[in-house]
């Protein structure tokens, strides 16, 4: 069975603080990893994507992925209220099948 | 506009009543795949369709068919619905390949009584 967990939350951070997103996958063949965004009674909305170890950045977006520990995470730097919102893991395996966390949920706290 | 449609977004319905829930890109996506997604358990995939009649079945596909007639439609189909099929379900499209991101459509709520 492949998995993908993440951290339920909600996490809590102040206004312009870094945010940590945490996701841990089972399955080492998996072979690349996403990270959707999910507003309330909305449709996910794709952040980043990695495939290769250590980071890639996109604006005020981190991902870093380590294979040999098996996580994935997501740094947002200068969180803003708009950022709150449910933060999706995925693991790609076998260039098919997508396998999602159950989200965590992100406040940003004026 | 480039989108995935879905149609409807809500439905209640009863216990053994067909239905189908269609699906429409305007991309000219290759794959497609159809997910469910219950409080708790994240999204799981159903169904995937990697090009026009070729699908294949996802983690949860009990209770579901698909058909890919066409490139651009992937509809589901629950051929005698349960309770247990009451969920938001999401139908996705991308390019092939590993690293293509997903497009999702806005959602069906399906209430099955």
């Known amino acids: 069975q492949k998995e993908v967990e993440q951290n339920s939350g909600p996490l809590s951070v102040p206004e312009g603080a870094i945010a940590s997103l945490n996701c841990t996958y089972s399955?080492?063949?998996?072979?690349?990893f996403f990270w959707y965004r999910q507003y309330s009674g909305k449709s996910p909305e794709l952040i980043m994507f990695?495939?290769?170890?250590g980071d890639k950045e996109d604006g005020r977006f981190t991902a870093q992925l380590n294979k040999a520990s098996q996580y994935v995470s997501l740094l947002i730097r200068d969180s803003q209220p708009s950022d709150s919102a449910t933060y999706l893991c995925?693991?790609?395996?076998?260039?098919?099948?997508?396998?999602f966390g159950s989200g965590t949920k992100l406040n940003v706290k004026p | 506009e480039a989108q995935v449609t879905q149609n409807p977004r809500y439905l209640i319905t009863v216990t053994g009543k067909k239905l189908t829930v269609t699906c429409s890109q305007n991309?000219?996506?290759?794959?497609m795949s159809w997910y469910r997604q219950d409080p708790g358990l994240g999204l799981r995939q159903i169904y995937y369709?990697?090009?026009?009649?070729?699908?294949d079945k996802g983690d949860v596909p009990e209770g579901y068919k698909v058909s890919r007639k066409e490139k651009r439609n992937f509809p589901l189909i629950l051929e005698s619905p349960s309770p247990n099929q009451t969920s938001l379900y999401f139908c996705?499209?991308?390019?092939?390949?590993?690293?293509?991101?997903?497009?999702f459509g806005p959602g069906t709520r399906l209430t099955v009584t």
């Open positions: 996705a499209s991308s390019l092939r390949g590993l690293l293509y991101e997903q497009y």
């Open positions: 399955d080492r063949g998996s072979q690349s």
């Open positions: 990695i495939y290769s170890n």
């Open positions: 995925a693991g790609k395996y076998n260039f098919n099948k997508f396998y």
């Open positions: 991309m000219n996506h290759e794959y």
């Open positions: 369709s990697m090009n026009v009649e070729v699908t």
